[in-house]
Nanobody
Framework: QVQLVESGGGLVQPGGSLRLSCAASGSIFSIYTMGWYRRAPGKERELVAAITTGGRTTYVDSVKGRFTVSRDNAKNTVYLQMNSLKPEDTAVYYC?????????WGQGTQVTVSS
């Protein structure tokens, strides 16, 4: 059974930065594309960024140039570096496979961008 545990969220001022981490237990991590998702208040969950096993990345338009996804297969960890944060980035951030698997949703980590 795979468990995904997100960390690194917090309260940050507009223009600030945060680095999220997602630690995966289990042996499947290195063979799947991983994604970072977010659910903002009153909105549907959306895929923000994804990274293949070979390191190819994709981003939703709203975060291009500001967010960077990376992974360390040896540590079973995927990261999301978030720079130039905006209030509209406020959300609970989750990691999962991409496409997501229902059974792998974790608790997420709250990111709040506010002055």
């Amino acid at each position: 059974q795979v468990q995904l545990v997100e960390s690194g969220g917090g309260l940050v001022q507009p223009g600030g930065s945060l680095r999220l981490s997602c630690a995966a237990s289990g042996s499947i991590f290195s063979i799947y594309t991983m994604g970072w998702y977010r659910r903002a208040p009153g909105k549907e969950r959306e895929l923000v960024a994804a990274i293949t096993t070979g390191g190819r990345t994709t981003y939703v338009d709203s975060v291009k140039g500001r967010f960077t996804v990376s992974r360390d297969n040896a540590k079973n960890t995927v990261y999301l570096q978030m720079n130039s944060l905006k209030p509209e980035d406020t959300a609970v951030y989750y990691c999962n496979l991409s496409p997501a698997r229902l059974a792998f949703w974790g608790q997420g980590t709250q990111v709040t961008v506010s002055s």
